[in-house]
């Protein structure tokens, strides 16, 4: 309701707003105004995971959301490289291809699926040569980088075609030039 939302406060990330692609889909996450315990907010790099129902989806916090609070539904995990010899972005990585399965498989509840923390602490993440970690690293930014202009271009794409209808294929046309379409 208008009572719990804002227009300019944080962003509120269930997970329901997380994609299979470990991504954060920014179109339908709510924002909340700034009264929550800094133990809800989340970091770039943080692991975000479902508690209940949606067992097995795995988010990774990006500089888009940096401060954003996460419901009580939302489990989040905080790797820390120097001591664990991860990267944050290759264990969600891990997460979501084979943790996922030990996720589903050790979650408990009869009527709806719950993960605990103790549970998700027991997943062991093999720590693997530091530059494959890297790779992967390097790789999975890369597709977020192409995710992210797929997008724009297809908003662009989009208001070519209503500029079209509008007014016509020139000014359509000098649009998209403006927009540097990639």
């Known amino acids: 309701s208008n009572k719990y939302t804002t227009d ?10 997380i994609t299979n ?3 954060i889909d920014g179109k339908s996450i709510l924002k909340t105004p700034n009264n929550f315990s800094e133990k809800f907010e989340v970091q770039e790099g943080d692991i975000l995971t479902s508690r209940v129902g ?8 990006t500089e888009e959301f940096i401060g954003s609070i996460i419901s009580d539904n939302t489990l ?4 820390k490289p ?13 997460l979501s291809i084979v943790g996922l399965n030990f996720m ?11 993960l605990n923390q103790t549970t998700l602490k027991s997943i ?33 794409a989009k208001r070519a075609v209503e500029i079209f209808i509008e007014q016509d294929e020139n000014e ?3 649009y998209l030039s403006c927009q540097q379409i990639k």
Request: glycine share 4%; aromatic share 8%.
């Open 8 to 17: 300019d406060g944080k962003f509120y990330i269930r997970s329901v707003d």
């Open 21 to 23: 692609r470990l991504l």
């Open 54 to 61: 949606s067992i097995g989806t795995v988010g990774y916090v």
């Open 76 to 79: 989040r995990i905080r790797i």
């Open 82 to 94: 120097n001591v664990t010899n991860l990267l944050p972005l290759y264990c969600a990585f891990y």
């Open 104 to 114: 589903k498989r050790l979650s408990r509840g009869s009527v709806q699926q719950r």
């Open 124 to 156: 062991n993440i093999p720590v693997i040569d530091a530059s494959i970690q890297i790779n992967i690293d390097k790789l999975l930014k890369a597709s977020f980088a192409s995710v992210s202009i797929s997008k724009k271009n297809l908003e662009n």
């Open 172 to 174: 359509a046309l000098k």
